[in-house]
């Protein structure tokens, strides 16, 4: 017997859960794709992709996943042996900085490490030494789906301003745009990424490339772009199939379409980042007490520096595994497997598991996911403290 039977739970940080509205919208036959509601329909997208950003300038789509991205920004503001920064707290700001690399980038990397955020101090020394201004980009994830650091982005441009820096500032933001707090514009950022698969609410494909005058500047004169992934055709074509450099993800939009009216027309964004804090923070507040009495500890200390879409959790020895199965076979929910980088000393990647909570997630889901969570440690007899639920509760009592 087994009580995973029944509609399962992917409690995974990404894809997402999709509404059952974004996937009735997907499902339908195929349209034209060079004129009529289709055409009509991308140029109501644009607009609320930027609400969604926080900016007035531009945002190119792309037929790609994240890493698809993470090419297309670098590939249209550098040139070969171009200087970047990289700034590490994860797997995923590395991963950018190797395929800089392999681009033929000079790629410098400060590597904050699995546990702590982007040390400003550290970015500051380094952008104040180059003082004949060979970093010509800072790449920063704002949230690291590996570790679930977040980071100060607007600090980080803060770095940049005080030492009259004139590097692009570029920000990975696959993991956390409708989710953790973001404002292009207002904390100058110079280039964002991000994907549809997160918080975003569609399925994986799509991806998105946001940029300023001043990263279209640094355009005209990169010899790394290639027509694919030129963004300049993307923001202003003359006829439709320029948008995608071919074939529209045409069932993508449709869902997109809807995603967004839910984020941008219904709940609206600051009730949408609102959302993610409080149910962040009843996570947050069960595994604080279950710690008391066990091995029990979020992966980032400190709540300020934790993301509001996934949290990695260290359960104790073996013990992320052990309930990592558990939920998914004898609860009906699936949760994140930890990834490479992530255990330290004295720790294997099998102490950690990672909980999704990002895009469309409610109080009762993320109640499940807690209430199983305190089940398996209990049926698998690992020590905690016993009123976690309770501490989840609480907050969202309080919330509501």
């Known amino acids: 017997m087994t009580l995973a039977n029944g509609r399962h739970y992917l409690a995974i940080p990404g894809p997402s859960v999709m509404p059952d509205r974004v996937l009735q919208a997907m499902h339908r036959p195929a349209p ?17 992709l930027k609400t969604v950003g926080g900016t007035r300038h531009n945002v190119a789509m792309y037929i790609c996943n994240g890493h698809g991205s993470w090419e297309a920004a670098l590939t249209n503001c550098f040139s070969r042996g171009d200087k970047v920064l990289v700034l590490g707290t994860g797997r995923f700001g590395v991963n950018w900085g ?43 994830v704002q949230v690291d789906t590996s570790t679930s650091v977040k980071n100060d982005i607007k600090g980080i441009r803060g770095c940049l301003d005080d030492a009259a820096h004139p590097a692009l ?41 946001y940029f300023n005058d001043k990263a279209d500047e640094a355009r005209a004169i990169a010899d790394l772009v290639t027509p694919y992934w030129d963004w300049q055709p993307r923001i202003d074509p003359d006829y439709f199939y320029r948008y995608f450099c071919g074939t529209a993800p045409t069932h993508h939009l449709y869902g997109l379409r809807t995603a967004l009216d839910m984020i941008v027309h219904e709940e609206g964004i600051p009730a949408v980042w609102r959302r993610h804090a409080v149910l962040a923070e009843a996570i947050w507040a069960a595994l604080e007490v279950w710690g008391q009495a066990g091995p029990v500890r979020a992966n980032i200390a400190e709540r300020v520096k934790r993301s509001n879409a996934v949290t990695l959790v260290n359960f104790g020895p073996g013990n992320g595994l052990r309930l990592r199965e558990w939920m998914e076979h004898s609860y009906g929910v699936t949760l994140g497997i930890p990834l490479d980088g992530v255990d330290g000393p004295g720790t294997t990647l099998d102490d950690f598991l990672r909980i999704g909570h990002m895009g469309h997630v409610n109080g009762q889901m993320v109640m499940g996911v807690l209430a199983g969570l305190q089940a398996g440690m209990s049926a698998l007899q690992i020590p905690h403290g016993p009123t976690g639920l309770e501490a989840a509760m609480k907050v969202i009592a309080e919330a509501a």
């Not at 009529?36 to 997208?45: A, F, H, K």
């Not at 980038?105 to 952008?127: C, I």
């Open 169 to 209: 500032l570029l920000s990975d933001n696959i993991a956390c745009l409708g989710c953790d707090e973001f404002h292009m514009d207002d904390w100058g950022v110079d280039v964002m990424v991000t994907g549809s698969q997160k918080g975003l609410m569609t399925p994986p494909g799509m991806a998105f490339v």
């Open 98 to 140: 190797e395929m800089a690399g392999a681009l033929g980038l000079d790629v410098q990397l400060l590597d904050f490490g699995s546990r702590s955020d982007v040390d400003l101090a550290v970015v500051s020394e380094a952008l104040e030494a180059d003082t004949e201004h060979r970093i010509k980009g800072v790449l920063a």
């Open 32 to 48: 034209n794709i060079y004129r009529g509601e289709l055409v009509d329909m991308v140029e109501t997208i644009v607009p609320d």
